[in-house]
């Protein structure tokens, strides 16, 4: 169905560590989404590229999340600084962003926990 | 902001039988995507429309973003359908994200 692929598959970090996601996104599309889905099935979005460039983010990723999308390598997602309230899973989505079919597919996430 | 309300939280359906999930939205959106989340946690697309209804096999969706609403119908439901299921949206206006429902936990049993 997918083909975005996201490792690793699990994290596990202490407090105060840096947690690193990768994305490769399908192959052709040049928007990259980051959400974060939470144990109650909650999504929130994080951030989203196209290409290399950053279109929208919330406060959160300014703050204390790095993330890019450099061409010729996986976009990433980094946590400078992990919290217990950072466990969950990390959903990398991509699309074409055509007018005619902004449809998003999803890897498989990557399930961090902050112990 | 926008919101999108999904219902019904929880669905128990009998092998055979079906039923409707429903995505109210608050605000116009131009498409929705459903989405059924597998027993290994991951999304698997289902429809996406930017209006009317599409069909596939047994699920079957619709769209009106004038009536800000859309809907996926399962008939003759299978065990395999068991899972969550979750509508997002597309807002017409602004910013260019998906805003996710809470999810349908459907079970079907035998």
């Known amino acids: 169905n997918s083909k975005v692929i996201q490792t690793p598959r699990y994290l596990v970090k202490g407090q105060g560590q840096k947690a690193k996601m990768r994305c490769i996104p399908e192959k052709g599309h040049p928007v990259v989404f980051w959400y974060q889905q939470n144990k109650n099935n909650e999504f929130k979005f994080l951030i989203n590229f196209q290409n290399q460039e950053v279109l929208q983010q919330i406060d959160m990723t300014e703050k204390r999340f790095s993330a890019e999308c450099p061409s010729n390598s996986p976009c990433s997602l980094e946590i400078q600084s992990s919290e217990a309230g950072d466990s969950a899973l990390y959903l990398c989505a991509s699309s074409h962003r055509d007018r005619g079919n902004e449809r998003l597919f999803f890897g498989h996430g990557t399930k961090l926990s902050v112990l | ?110």
């Open chain 2, 1 to 110: 902001g926008d919101q999108v309300e999904q219902s019904p939280s929880a669905l128990s359906l009998h092998e055979g039988t079906g039923s409707a999930l429903r995505c109210n939205f608050t605000t116009t959106m131009r498409a929705v995507q459903w989405f059924r989340k597998n027993s290994r946690g991951s999304l698997i697309n289902l429809f996406y429309l930017a209006s009317g209804t599409k069909e596939n096999g047994r699920l079957k969706s619709a769209f009106d973003s004038k009536e800000r609403y859309s809907t996926l119908h399962i008939r003759d439901a299978q065990l395999e359908d068991s899972g969550t299921y979750f509508c997002a949206a597309v807002a017409s206006s602004g910013s260019w994200q998906l805003i996710f429902g809470s999810g349908t936990q459907l079970t079907v049993m035998p």
